[in-house]
């Protein structure tokens, strides 16, 4: 189901269940009752977890948006290293310059396409990519220069490919969510909570009254899908992209 789709039915569903439980609930109204005698106390803690259940979604949308951040600049940080390599080897002979740029769109390949969705349905890196990066390192290290231009070469392509590697580890660490489960369960709680006390305000069922209260639970279900969609950095709609691998070898792509 499209993301769009599973964001749109539960912004409809949170204003159904509030605008149903408001017409319920005034139909089996005392006939006496008077919504506008809310007592002070009500109001006043109503105001308050309102403010608190606001501070608590803001500061989870800043961090799984960091998170999504970090996961795109360990991306980024991984396809420059890459890339420094297969232009810094230049200066070796032709066939271990061959071999070692092989290596690298290689492993490129491989990263942008069956690893990127090995991450996005499993939430993890492969076999198979963790092997073709070794078998760079042992290309690159394993090579022993043989003229003073060739050694002043040799330290800096042995640096970027441990820069690679830990590029390589961060994204391994961000590909699953970034929420813990108590977190969650803390988010929706405090929703339901937040959207509870609509009720004990003892709103009217005049349309105005019925559209703010459907507007404001469509708002925190909107915000609870952004949280959502952060979560996993490179498995879902607003997801880290493999385009810095893409820019910088653009014959992949192809």
Same mark, same amino acid.
């Given at each position: ?28 109204? $005392? ?49 420059? $290293? ?91 660490? %961000? ?78 792509? %192809?």
């Amino acid at each position: 189901m499209p993301e769009w789709l599973v964001l749109t039915l539960a912004m409809l569903a949170a204003c159904a269940v509030v605008v149903i439980i408001t017409l319920v609930r005034h139909r089996r109204a $005392a006939e006496d009752e008077d919504p506008s005698e809310t007592p002070d106390v009500i109001e006043y803690m109503t105001m308050w977890i309102g403010v608190v259940y606001a501070i608590v979604l803001g500061l989870a949308i800043a961090g799984v948006w960091e998170g999504r951040s970090a996961a795109q600049e360990n991306v980024r940080a991984e396809a420059v $290293a890459l890339h420094e390599i297969s232009e810094r080897v230049r200066v070796y002979p032709a066939e271990i310059r061959d071999r070692i740029r092989d290596d690298v769109n290689a492993y490129v390949g491989h990263v942008v396409t069956t690893e990127w969705r090995t991450m996005a349905d499993h939430g993890r890196l492969t076999d198979e990519g963790t092997e073709l990066l070794d078998r760079l390192r042992r290309d690159v290290t394993d090579y022993e220069p043989r003229t003073d231009f060739e050694a002043q070469a040799y330290q800096p392509l042995v640096d970027q490919v441990a820069a690679a590697d830990q590029a390589r580890s961060a994204r391994a660490e %961000s590909t699953g969510a970034t929420m813990p489960g108590v977190v969650w369960f803390g988010l929706v709680t405090g929703a339901v909570v937040t959207i509870g006390m609509i009720f004990a305000l003892q709103i009217r069922r005049t349309r105005r009254e019925l559209v703010l209260a459907g507007l404001f639970s469509a708002l925190i279900a909107f915000l609870l899908f952004l949280i959502w969609d952060f979560d996993a950095p490179y498995g879902r709609g607003l997801a880290a992209t493999a385009e810095p691998f893409l820019r910088l070898f653009p014959d992949i792509k %192809s």
